[in-house]
């Protein structure tokens, strides 16, 4: 599948749901991808992509910038408070702050580098053990704390359970967002963004409908 035929479901996603035309976000997720594939996408005109990895990012997005111009990266996957000054370096936004040591530890480097990237709240809507992501149940109580903290939240990001429908996990990603008047929401993957789209999705995080699968090597 290629960039353009999931650009068209977006658009048809919305269209389905009532959405505002263009009020998706494609974030192309490019981690593990060869820098081929990625230039093929970065050609087609696409600028918004994701990373699970401070390293690999660090190792692939100057140069791109280099030859392509303003980009926008954001980190998808877990972040360790040693990678956080990099990351804010790296990323226009980090979809996984998850903990408090993490959110003081971003706090800090904000107010030393004096910006920050926009901050997605990471919510294990599943409530599994293996999982990042704070509890539903928690989930005011952290974002409350974050903005004490002076944080640039934006949203809530979730991945759900494999085996479960993930609609009822956007859905309440969705309610948590709506009573803390969050607007923004990271949810969807290359098998459900639709279902994410027509619960109010705001970024979409697609890598392999657009790349092909991962060689993990």
Request: with cysteine; proline share 6%; charged share 25%.
């Amino acid at each position: 599948m290629s960039l353009s035929d999931i650009l068209s479901r977006i658009t048809k996603a919305e269209q389905a749901a009532g959405r505002t035309p263009g009020s998706t976000k494609l974030i192309a997720v490019s981690k593990v991808q060869p820098n081929e594939r990625v230039a093929e996408v970065l050609t087609e005109g696409h600028r918004l992509f994701g990373e699970n990895k401070v390293q690999e990012a660090a190792g692939k997005w100057p140069a791109f910038r280099d030859q392509f111009g303003d980009i926008e990266v954001h980190l998808i996957g877990p972040l360790q408070t040693n990678k956080a000054r990099q990351a804010m370096e790296l990323f226009q936004a980090i979809h996984s702050v998850d903990r408090p040591k993490l959110a003081k530890t971003l706090a800090r480097l904000a107010q030393e580098m004096g910006h920050c990237p926009d901050l997605f709240i990471q919510v294990n809507t599943g409530e599994e053990p293996q999982k990042a992501g704070v509890l539903p149940a928690d989930a005011d109580a952290f974002i409350a704390e974050c903005r004490a903290l002076d944080l640039p939240i934006k949203g809530l990001m979730c991945i759900p359970p494999v085996d479960e429908e993930p609609s009822l996990h956007f859905a309440l990603l969705k309610k948590i967002a709506h009573r803390n008047g969050l607007d923004q929401l990271s949810m969807g993957m290359s098998g459900d963004f639709e279902k994410a789209i027509a619960q109010g999705a705001t970024h979409v995080r697609v890598g392999s409908a657009i790349f092909g699968a991962r060689d993990y090597g």
